[in-house]
């Protein structure tokens, strides 16, 4: 069965770059997601990438994925304190979304 | 534009009860889909409305029910609730089936059981 797995937690001091990784299982997954949840929010959607694209850049966020590896990561750059939350990756095939445990992200002024 | 809405934002039930939940799509879109999000996890995917049909599902049992309906609002419900029912329940609402679409959540429904 499908299976996303994600480091529970990270901290860093603001102005420095978050990267928040994700491994994932099921090799059919047409599109790779992240997701950001601040306390008693729903999901807010950030970015999302092809399964056939390397990387994708959105601003400040830059997401590498490495499919032989099923690896998954995101890098925010210029971390604020507004960034703080946690994060979650997913894969979905249809529209059906497999999230992983999420990471929660600690920015330190 | 309202987004997608849910109610009740908070709900307290006992073992064995029922329950239901509701959730307003956002304004243009057709598909709700509904997740359950325990304490500390990731959400897990119940099952997702489309036409008024139930057109996949997750691993849950048959005592979660749904339903949608024509104006594209939909129900989840629960019967004979046990303590491990106790979740965030979050609805999110997409255009259609097609791959791409962006799912927009609401804000959820807190739900706990004693």
């Known amino acids: 069965g499908e299976d996303v797995e994600q480091s529970l937690f990270l901290s860093v001091r603001e102005g420095d770059s978050s990267v928040i990784n994700c491994t994932y299982t099921?090799?059919?997954?047409?599109?790779l997601y992240w997701y950001k949840q601040e306390p008693g929010a729903g999901l807010q959607l950030l970015t999302y990438i092809f399964s056939n694209m390397d990387m994708k850049q959105d601003q400040r966020l830059t997401v590498l994925l490495n499919k032989k590896d099923k690896h998954l990561s995101l890098r925010i750059a210029d971390t604020q304190t507004g960034d703080s939350a946690i994060y979650f990756c997913a894969e979905g095939a249809g529209n059906m979304l497999t999230f992983g445990g999420g990471t929660r992200l600690m920015v330190k002024p | 534009d309202a987004g997608v809405t849910q109610s009740p934002t908070h709900l307290i039930k006992t073992r064995g009860q029922q329950v239901t939940l509701r959730c307003s799509p956002k304004?243009?879109?057709?598909?709700v889909s509904w997740y359950q999000q325990a304490l500390g996890q990731g959400p897990q995917f119940i099952f997702q409305?489309?036409?008024?049909?139930?057109?996949q599902r997750g691993n849950f049992p048959d005592r979660f029910s749904g339903h949608q309906f024509p104006n594209y609002s939909s129900e989840l419900n629960v019967n004979a609730l046990l303590l491990g029912d106790s979740a965030l329940y979050l609805c999110?609402?997409?255009?259609?089936?097609?791959?791409?679409?962006?799912?927009?959540f609401g804000p959820g429904t807190r739900l706990t059981v004693l």
């Open positions: 099921d090799s059919s997954s047409t599109y």
């Open positions: 304004s243009g879109h057709d598909t």
């Open positions: 409305y489309y036409e008024e049909e139930e057109r």
């Open positions: 999110a609402s997409s255009h259609g089936l097609a791959f791409s679409n962006e799912q927009f």
